[in-house]
């Protein structure tokens, strides 16, 4: 079987956004929170592709605007919140960056692993090397709050990491793994992730509960984040006011994800396409 992260955590969270997402491809109209993390994440990616040079701030501001969709937000007052946050964690990102402090050697790195029938697929959104030559596995996140220590008992997004770090680099036993928290200017490096045998039972439990399932709905308040919650009855009888639920997305790293780059990569954008059209 194909999985990604977001394809496992999915299936985990609702095994009917599963089904439509990744067995009947139905396509969504994106939210506001896929958005914004897609087109930070884009943003970021262009500032670091001549690493260690970084363009000025007004161009990644330019590029922000350029690939800006209103269209998305169902009013004005939400879409300038959300505009102000991404262009905040733009400057900030590009204020606190620090080339003589690692090397950036991949933005947006592909990895598959191939492991027992199962093909394993990701993107890490950066890979730095230190000046102790140890590796840093950077995951950038736009959420709004700040997940505790024990938030990471229920992430396998690290691990999941942490693996395809040892099957990119074959000497490596373990590469330092970061949560970039855009909005907060803050890294943190959690001190206890799963380990390999735990992730990979995790893996093979939920390929069997996908290979037997009936894919029913599972309504959560994690529904106030799904793109298919309009045309699903279980998610719209979970009651959320917008603005609540904005200030409420929850901080757990598994629930952070919330595939972005699923929503990236569903859309089919050619990258040069996305950094073109620039002055
Ligand atoms: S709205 Fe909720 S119940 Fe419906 S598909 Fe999405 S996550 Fe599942």
């Known amino acids: 079987m194909r999985l990604s992260y977001s394809a496992i955590s999915t299936f985990n969270q609702c095994p009917q956004k599963y089904k439509w997402q990744y067995i009947e491809r139905i396509k969504a109209p994106t939210t506001p929170d896929l958005f914004l993390g897609w087109l930070v994440h884009l943003v970021l990616e262009y500032a670091l592709q001549n690493a260690p040079a970084m363009p000025p701030v007004n161009k990644l501001l330019e590029l922000y605007n350029l690939r800006w969709n209103p269209s998305i937000f169902k009013d ?17 990102f590009h204020n606190a960056y620090a080339p003589g402090l690692s090397t950036v050697l991949n933005v947006e790195k592909f990895f598959e692993i191939r492991w027992k029938n199962h093909l394993i697929v990701g993107k890490i959104d950066r890979i730095d090397r230190l000046p102790s030559g140890e590796i840093e596995i950077i995951d950038y996140k736009t959420n709004r709050k700040l997940p505790s220590e024990s938030d990471f008992k229920f992430d396998f997004q690290l691990p999941l990491y942490q693996w395809a770090a040892q099957t990119l680099w074959s000497n490596i036993d373990k590469a330092k793994l970061t949560l970039y928290f855009l909005r907060h200017g803050k890294k943190i490096t959690p001190e206890n992730i799963k380990t390999l045998p735990v992730l990979q039972g995790y893996i093979l439990e939920t390929v069997e509960k996908i290979n037997t399932s009936d894919f029913l709905a599972n309504p959560s308040p994690l529904c106030a984040w799904c793109e298919y919650s309009n045309k699903c009855p279980e998610g719209q009888s979970v009651s959320h006011n917008s603005t609540d639920s904005r200030d409420n997305q929850p901080a757990n790293s598994s629930s952070l994800s919330l595939g972005v780059g699923d929503w990236r990569t569903k859309n089919g954008f050619p990258k040069d396409s996305l950094f073109r059209d620039l002055n």
């Open 76 to 92: 004005s007052a939400i879409e300038k919140e959300y505009h102000q946050a991404g262009a905040e964690m733009i400057k900030s």
